[in-house]
């Protein structure tokens, strides 16, 4: 097998392992949309598949019946009917599994949640197939997917049933880093200069169908003009489709991304709900988690202060760059991007969408601050009174007996630090030691993409985090 793979290699590592365990495995396949999922698993695994099949989006369970028939048949079952529930589809199943030749038999079921229909009774067959037969088969790889992380959680980890911790393995695909882009955009024959890498990855996130989708004939700019800016574009109306493909009753999801989308700096509990105008019960408990287990916002608790007062924050890229630009975007002026990155809403978005990279890449900024081997908490901190205000959106509180404050700031150039971002940069440190009263030492470390320049300012920061660090 010719190995397509751009990184995972923990994850190609992990799967591999437990096909050649000899034992039953029951793998969960965990991920954001468009991560590449099918394709690692479609790669490894292909030719072992004893069954495979894929789940119809909004389809009843008459539908996802027959869709799961048509893949018995595929793999062999020619002369089935139609099974009539999925305990009928399961039996069928093991069946066909019971008369393979195949030393390891891998059943891989993907998108699994939109199996769930109403009233389908889903959960309680595939608890009946595994725990009635397939958990005693040592021939047996069973390897669920989708992109619904938090069905999965909720109706497999957290199942109080016959489910319960029946999974031997959970893996959560993440998105490329911006190392992992630089290897794709080399296989491609895009480009691979630090600006263009960061930049990319401020709008796609390094999610790698978006990064499929961009043609090495065009500028990144025409790229990304093309593909969200026009008309019938494959991204145009990726936003609205991402969220309603994921989650049942998506418009609270929406309001809440959108929501996010306007605060960058995150907000709390009741400030999305006064922002939305949703009510404060279950169902935006059940959203909020929904957003968090599928890697779209981050819930912090600020600095010393555990889990009071936790702050929800839109993190996905490609959300917070719709919101910024896609959305207010008339259809009909077909060079809006071009246009637009000369304004100062374009630098001010860069200045934002920095600081997310960087929030990807916190293990890479840790490694460079030089504290890999000590234990570190990764927190945030905001000040309760501070005038002018203070936020620290990422803190390396250490074992040591250091805090490293993490200045991030976007520049196109080596970076001067003016007298007045010393200022800036004095006034959060002393805020912050003010009112957390904390007796650890303060150490600056300043993140920026190309270094910085050594002025009567440069001693300010202890640690001075590039581009070259974050592809590391």
């Known amino acids: 097998m010719k190995n397509k793979i751009i990184g995972r290699k923990q994850e190609q590592e992990e799967l591999l392992d ?17 991560v590449g999922k099918t394709f690692l698993v479609n790669t490894l695994f292909e030719k072992d598949y004893a069954f495979k099949m894929t789940a119809i989006l909004e389809e009843n369970t008459r539908a996802q019946l027959e869709n799961f028939a048509e893949a018995l048949r595929e793999y062999g079952r020619k002369e089935e009917p139609v099974p009539v529930d999925w305990f009928s589809a399961f039996r069928q199943l093991r069946t066909l599994l019971e008369q393979s030749n195949r030393k390891r038999k891998v059943i891989f079921i993907d998108e699994m949640p939109w199996l769930d229909t109403k009233r389908s009774r889903f959960i309680s067959a595939l608890e009946h197939f595994w725990n009635g037969w397939a958990s005693t ?32 393995k959970r893996i959560f695909l993440q998105r490329f880093s911006l190392a992992e882009c630089r290897q794709y955009a080399e296989q491609e024959g895009l480009p691979t200069d630090e600006a263009n890498l960061l930049e990319c990855y401020m709008v796609f996130g390094g999610v790698p169908y978006y990064l499929s989708l961009l043609d090495k004939k065009q500028s990144l ?43 960058k700096a995150g907000m709390t509990r009741m400030e999305i709900i006064k922002a939305t105008r949703l009510s404060d019960n279950g169902s935006l408990s059940e959203a909020l988690e929904d957003l968090e287990l599928s890697g779209f916002i981050r819930k912090y608790a600020p600095f010393a202060k555990k889990n009071r007062g936790s702050i929800y924050q839109l993190i996905d890229h490609f959300s917070l760059f719709h919101l910024a630009f896609i959305e207010e975007s008339p259809e009909e002026d077909i060079d809006y991007w071009l246009k637009k990155r000369e304004t100062q809403a374009y630098n001010i978005w860069r200045g934002y969408a920095f600081e997310q990279v960087c929030l990807s890449h916190i293990n890479q900024i840790q490694r460079a601050v030089g504290v890999a081997g000590v234990i570190t908490h990764f927190e945030s901190w905001k000040s309760e009174s501070s005038d002018p205000g203070a936020q620290i959106d990422l803190l390396l509180n250490r074992n040591d007996g250091i805090v490293s404050l993490c200045e991030m700031r976007y520049s196109s ?60």
């Open 18 to 34: 437990l096909f050649h365990s000899g034992r039953p495995e029951f793998v969960a396949l965990l991920g954001r949309r468009r």
């Open 137 to 168: 088969q040592d021939d047996i790889m069973l390897i669920i997917c989708g992109s619904a992380a938090s069905w999965i959680v909720k109706k497999i980890f957290r199942n109080r049933g016959g489910l319960h911790n029946r999974t031997t």
């Open 221 to 263: 700019a025409q790229n990304i003009n093309r593909l969200c800016f026009i008309q019938n574009e494959q991204l145009r109306d990726e936003f609205e489709n991402l969220y309603l493909s994921l989650f049942r009753n998506a418009s609270r999801h929406l309001l809440i991304v959108g929501a996010l989308g306007k605060k």
């Open 413 to 472: 150039s080596e970076l001067s630090i003016t007298k007045k971002l010393a200022q800036e940069i004095n006034n959060k440190k002393n805020a912050f030691v003010n009112e957390t009263a904390t007796k650890k030492g303060i150490h600056i470390a300043l993140v920026t993409p190309v270094g910085l320049k050594r002025n009567e300012y440069f001693d300010l920061v202890q640690s001075v985090v590039t581009m070259k660090d974050l592809l590391s």
